[in-house]
């Protein structure tokens, strides 16, 4: 079999991705159609930019969803001969097909294991920048709201976490010493509480009056919630179906402790702000309770720097997210993550550029993406 031209390489790329085309084409077009009934989503294919990095950022979703129908070799496959194989290498006649973007250091497919790699930070950084906001919303809430000694001690302790630099931080947290005495786990037992006691707080305060509907969300909450807790946090689903490898716990937890100061300083400010409205002082003086008014009054006035800053915050965590992969902490040693496979290609980069660039392409467009996305919304929440 002989090798593909780069023109052949291109076309059979494009082919790969033909199920993320497909699924770009579907969701673009009937956006576009129902825009101006879908809020703030609708109004985001207003602005260039903003749909530009929409784009761009729902390409790596798709191919993180559809990686197994895109990747055309096992991305944890060697095959002999192929180390550092050039871009279009044919492989030997009884496995057929050719390595489209070539071979790494250990001779597996550099176009598969970038692919797999969106899965990979992508199954950890919105989830782990979700949790963080969880975590800093329901701290910066009332530290804002109520001020005095609560604000105080929550501040300071904010304030403490982010004096220390961020890569140090992540360093210190996925370290084996530190890993062996017990902290993340424990960590993780706090702070996987947040979105629960969120929920409950949310659910009592809207449906206090109701005490029914109240009890059924409150109730619903605590069944799941609590059943998701014990698998994330200590691996002790009853059910087995729920579980996190302690590697991406490690990570995971890392993610929010180091994101979630950050967003408890945006919340607290921004609530500082908000709580002197006179919609605010209406709610007091009908005598609403100052949990309704933090999550139903204060809290969707915040939304449109929330929602900026989350998409900016996902991009700030997927890079750190590759910066720990590239060297080499918390994560397994043949994952295909982006930061693990430019580590292992930056060794041979003078004489084989082609096993880092993938990624590290792939790694600066999804964080493009997600900048230009937030750009976009911002631009757009200005106009409300």
């Known amino acids: 079999m ?8 291109a076309a059979q790329i494009l082919m790969q991705f033909t199920p993320v085309w497909i699924a770009l084409a579907v969701t673009l077009s009937l956006s576009a159609m129902f825009k101006r009934r879908l809020g703030l989503y609708g109004k985001l294919y207003d602005s260039s930019i903003g749909l530009i990095g929409f784009t761009l950022v729902m390409f790596w979703v798709f191919t993180a969803i559809f990686a197994p129908m895109i990747i055309p070799h ?3 496959t060697a095959v002999s001969g192929m180390k550092n194989a050039l871009p279009g290498s044919a492989l030997p006649d009884h496995i057929g097909g050719h390595y489209l973007l070539g071979g790494d250091n250990l001779a597996r497919d550099v176009f598969s294991r970038m692919v797999m790699g969106a899965r990979e930070v992508l199954k950890i950084a919105p989830a782990a920048t979700l949790f963080a906001f969880m975590v800093g919303i329901s ?7 109520f001020g005095g000694i609560l604000d105080t001690v929550l501040s300071f302790i904010a304030n403490l976490v982010l004096s220390f630099p961020v890569i140090l931080l992540f360093y210190l947290l996925v370290t084996p010493e530190i890993v062996a005495s017990g902290i993340p786990t424990y960590l993780a037992a706090v702070l996987f509480l947040f979105p629960i006691l969120f929920l409950v707080v949310l659910w009592n305060a809207r449906y206090f009056t109701q005490p029914m509907q109240r009890n059924i969300y409150v109730g619903l909450t605590l069944v799941i919630g609590l ?4 698998g994330l946090a200590f691996d002790a689903d009853p059910l087995g179906l729920i579980s996190m490898p302690p590697n991406v716990l490690i990570v995971f937890v890392s993610v929010v ?3 979630a100061p950050t967003v408890f300083r945006i919340v607290r400010g921004i609530v500082l702000d908000i709580k002197t409205r006179d919609y605010v002082a209406a709610g007091q003086t009908r005598g609403e309770g100052p949990w ?13 720097p929330l929602i900026v800053d989350f998409c900016l915050r996902i991009g700030y965590t997927t890079i750190l997210l590759g910066t720990l992969g590239f060297f080499g902490l918390g994560v397994s040693p043949e994952s295909p993550d982006w930061g693990s496979t430019i580590n292992e290609g930056r060794r041979l980069l003078a004489i084989y550029p082609h096993p880092a660039l993938p990624p590290a392409i792939a790694l600066m467009s999804l964080v493009l993406g997600l900048n230009l996305l937030a750009d976009g919304l911002r631009e ?3 106009k409300d």
Request: hydrophobic share 50%; charged share 15%; no cysteine.
């Open 139 to 145: 701290l910066g809430l009332p530290a804002g709201y």
């Open 380 to 382: 757009e929440s200005l």
């Open 74 to 76: 096992d991305p944890l």
């Open 292 to 304: 309704y008014i933090m999550l139903w009054e204060i809290l969707p006035n915040a939304r449109g």
């Open 227 to 230: 059943w998701l807790y014990a």
């Open 257 to 259: 402790f180091v994101n």
């Open 2 to 9: 002989e090798p593909l031209s780069w023109g052949e390489i």
